[in-house]
Structures are given as C-alpha cells and as structure tokens.
C-alpha cells in the first residue's frame, strides 16, 4: 500500500487547514484502519487520529479533541484530516499512516506510511 500525503502548508493561528491521503496498491478490500500521526521538531511521533476501516469509530488525542476531524472515503481511498483553531502547538510534519484490522493509537503498530506533510501555524 502507498500513501500520499497532501494539504499541508503556512497558516496563522486559529485558522484552519484540511489533510489529505490517498491510498494505492494493496487490496482494495481489505479493512485497513487510518491514522494521522505528527511529529514537531526534537518530539517524539505522536498519534493524532485513526478511523477503522469503515470510517465510523473515529479516535482523537485528548490534545486535538474536539478541533480536528478524521473522516474517510472509502470509494477514493482517502482519508482526511479537518484541522480547525489552529495553534503553534499543531506546528509539526503530519504523517498518515495504515494497518490492516482494527485500528491502533502506537506507530509502532503501523505498517504502511506516507511521505509527511508539513503544517506550521504561525502565531
């Protein structure tokens, strides 16, 4: 499976931005389960969100709850990130990420990774 990773850029805070990634290759019926990963500059990756294969069980970071939306197309093959009050604490290159089966919140457990967008939030 390849995941590209798209939407990232420059906003100022409390604004808005919406990710994208689009999946190719592997099975098409499969139930892989999509997460949104970050990591700002000497962090450690940190889990973000993740929607299971149907787009219906959707996990957030207590740190995003409520601002940011993960949401899934399954016919596209895309999953989206819906990022709202943007702060500089979001500043950070954002990776999605998939696996097969039920959905998990540790990137260890993921097998597949886009490239990384990356998302700065001035203040």
């Known amino acids: 499976v390849q995941l590209q990773a798209s939407g990232g850029g420059l906003v100022q805070a409390g604004g808005s931005l919406r990710l994208s990634c689009a999946a190719s290759?592997?099975?098409?019926?499969?139930?892989?389960?999509m997460a949104w990963f970050r990591q700002a500059p000497g962090k450690e990756r940190e889990f973000v969100a993740v929607v299971d294969w149907s787009g219906r069980i959707p996990k957030y970071a207590d740190s995003v709850k409520g601002r940011f939306t993960i949401s899934k197309d399954n016919a596209k093959r895309t999953v989206y990130l819906q990022m709202n009050s943007l702060n500089s604490e979001d500043t950070a290159l954002y990776y999605c990420?998939?696996?097969?089966?039920?959905?998990?919140?540790?990137?260890?457990?993921?097998?597949?990774w886009g490239q990384g967008t990356l998302v700065t939030v001035s203040s």
């Open positions: 990420a998939a696996r097969g089966g039920n959905w998990r919140t540790r990137h260890i457990d993921y097998d597949y």
């Open positions: 290759g592997g099975r098409t019926d499969y139930p892989y389960a």
